[in-house]
């Protein structure tokens, strides 16, 4: 796996704007090497924020040339406010050209996997599958993660059975200690198959886990420090996010 790369920047405003800039570029150097590149999007705060800065200055991807997944997702109704892609979709896919084929979103509760969070997941490992050319699982151009205070990374808690997963790709979460309860999430196995896992984060309350995550701290205690990319793993900090690292 990838060496880490620190990357501080002075505030949340300007960690966002420069995580922004890099995921344009990335793209669109990976569509003019192949002619299409995959992500993989996050929630939270910091993330929505990176997305609402490529919004504002998409550069030169093509849309209808991306495919994009999502590395977790919280086992709600459609259209429901708290899920991922409700809020991915306001910050930017409704206002640029996706091909929504190629969007490929986590199964909803009132779908045709309602109540059903273990059938919905392995349905999301076979539309890993449809796209990864024979594999289980595609390589990610890139996987971008947000971080909770105590390391957690997509729906991978510390010291649970998700976050323990070694095999499977896309596992259910029924008593996320974090609400709502019942999600669904890619593993660090599926993190791994990531050409780049970019961890962006800012807050001072998350410092003691990225100090911990970036000095190699068990996965099962510090999630985060699991989510290694194939030939680049970036930390894109804010300044109190990185307070606690070592000068």
């Known amino acids: 796996m990838s060496d880490i790369q620190v990357e501080v920047h002075p505030d949340t405003e300007t960690l966002t704007a420069a995580a922004a800039r890099r995921f344009v570029d990335t793209v669109v150097a990976a569509q003019q090497s192949r002619g299409f590149a995959s992500v993989v999007l996050t929630g939270g705060g910091t993330g929505i924020g990176m997305l609402e800065k490529v919004r504002v200055n998409p550069g030169a991807i093509d849309w209808r040339e991306l495919d994009i997944f999502w590395g977790d997702e919280r086992f709600l109704p459609a259209g429901d406010p708290e899920r991922n892609d409700v809020q991915a979709r306001a910050a930017l896919l409704d206002h640029v050209d996706v091909d ?24 999301y490992a076979q539309v890993l599958g449809a796209h990864a050319g024979g594999k289980q699982v595609p390589v990610f151009d890139v996987h971008l993660l947000g971080m909770g205070g105590e390391g957690h990374v997509n729906s991978l808690f510390p010291d649970t059975d998700a976050v323990r997963e070694e095999h499977r790709f896309v596992v259910a979460v029924k008593d996320s ?29 998350k410092a003691e886990a ?23 793993t970036r930390w894109l900090l804010d300044s109190s996010a990185a307070s606690r690292l070592p000068n």
């Not at 709502?180 to 780049?196: F, G, Y």
């Not at 990225?210 to 205690?221: K, L, M, Q, S, T």
Request: aromatic content about 4%; charged content about 20%.
């Open 210 to 232: 990225v100090a911990a995550a970036v000095a190699g701290a068990p996965p099962v205690e510090i999630p985060a420090s699991g989510a290694r990319g194939l030939t680049a």
């Open 100 to 123: 929504f084929d190629r969007v490929h979103t986590m199964p909803v509760s009132d779908g045709i996997y309602a109540d059903d969070p273990e059938a919905a997941a392995v349905a």
């Open 177 to 205: 200690p974090k609400p709502p309860p019942v999600r669904i999430t890619l593993t660090l196995p599926a993190v791994r198959h990531a050409d780049e896992v970019w961890l962006v984060v800012s807050g001072e309350a």
